[in-house]
């Protein structure tokens, strides 16, 4: 059946998919770009600026996915070890940055980077007395220099995370028209990406 599906989120939220996530008793709180998403223990999503999000990707046909790809034995037997695991729709520009920062790192380091980033360049906001930053909007990482970007803890990865939010600032990079393309097409496209094309399998 199309939309049932179970979801593990604690396990979905430290299975190195994001990063900005935190937990507050029963509840996480996480960035998504310029929102911020709360969780609570049912899987609830509440929008601090109370947009639609489809960030459990309920629509997607959750029987025919895991159909496809149980047909290698290793993903069938984690699927089975790790049922209610899922792959969130997050923020394009986010995701994209992260997935540059990701490069030859882990886990923690690449968290203390986003972390740091948030700080520098994204915009406070407090909720229920607790401060949090949202993710810098692609123009202001655009227009830092490559030393300021550097003191995130980012590295060589630098130049390619400007150059990357230059692209998508410029429009050179669209998400709303990759978002219609088939997979091929949008592949093409995203091999333009600095830092991140040569990843894409």
């Given at each position: 059946?199309?939309?049932?599906?179970?979801?593990?989120?604690?396990?979905s939220i430290n299975s190195g998919q994001v990063f900005l996530w935190e937990k507050n008793g029963p509840d996480w709180y996480g960035?998504?770009g310029q929102d911020i998403l709360k969780i609570n223990k049912n899987a609830v999503i509440k929008s601090i600026q109370n947009s639609k999000t489809d960030f459990f990707r309920k629509n997607d046909n959750m029987q025919e996915i895991i159909k496809s790809i149980s047909?290698?034995?290793?993903?069938?037997?984690?699927?089975?070890?790790?049922?209610?695991?899922?792959?969130?729709?997050?923020?394009?520009?986010?995701?994209?940055?992260?997935?540059?920062?990701?490069?030859?790192?882990?886990?923690?380091?690449?968290?203390?980077?986003?972390?740091?980033?948030?700080?520098?360049?994204?915009?406070?906001?407090?909720?229920?007395?607790?401060?949090?930053?949202?993710?810098?909007?692609?123009?202001?990482?655009?227009?830092?220099?490559?030393?300021?970007?550097?003191?995130?803890?980012?590295?060589?990865?630098?130049?390619?995370?400007?150059?990357?939010?230059?692209?998508?600032?410029?429009?050179?990079?669209?998400?709303?028209?990759?978002?219609?393309?088939?997979?091929?097409?949008?592949?093409?496209?995203?091999?333009?990406?600095?830092?991140?094309?040569?990843?894409?399998?």
């Amino acid at each position: 059946m199309r939309n049932q599906f179970s979801i593990d989120i604690d396990n979905s939220i430290n299975s190195g998919q994001v990063f900005l996530w935190e937990k507050n008793g029963p509840d996480w709180y996480g960035i998504n770009g310029q929102d911020i998403l709360k969780i609570n223990k049912n899987a609830v999503i509440k929008s601090i600026q109370n947009s639609k999000t489809d960030f459990f990707r309920k629509n997607d046909n959750m029987q025919e996915i895991i159909k496809s790809i149980s047909k290698d034995k290793t993903v069938k037997e984690a699927i089975k070890q790790y049922e209610g695991l899922r792959i969130f729709k997050q923020d394009p520009f986010q995701c994209m940055i992260s997935f540059i920062i990701s490069s030859n790192s882990n886990i923690q380091k690449i968290k203390n980077s986003l972390e740091k980033i948030t700080k520098k360049f994204g915009v406070k906001v407090e909720i229920q007395n607790k401060e949090f930053f949202l993710f810098p909007k692609p123009e202001k990482l655009a227009k830092a220099s490559i030393e300021e970007i550097k003191k995130c803890g980012v590295g060589y990865r630098a130049p390619f995370i400007k150059q990357a939010a230059e692209m998508v600032f410029s429009k050179k990079i669209d998400f709303k028209y990759l978002e219609k393309l088939d997979y091929k097409e949008a592949k093409k496209n995203i091999c333009l990406i600095p830092g991140v094309g040569n990843k894409v399998a």
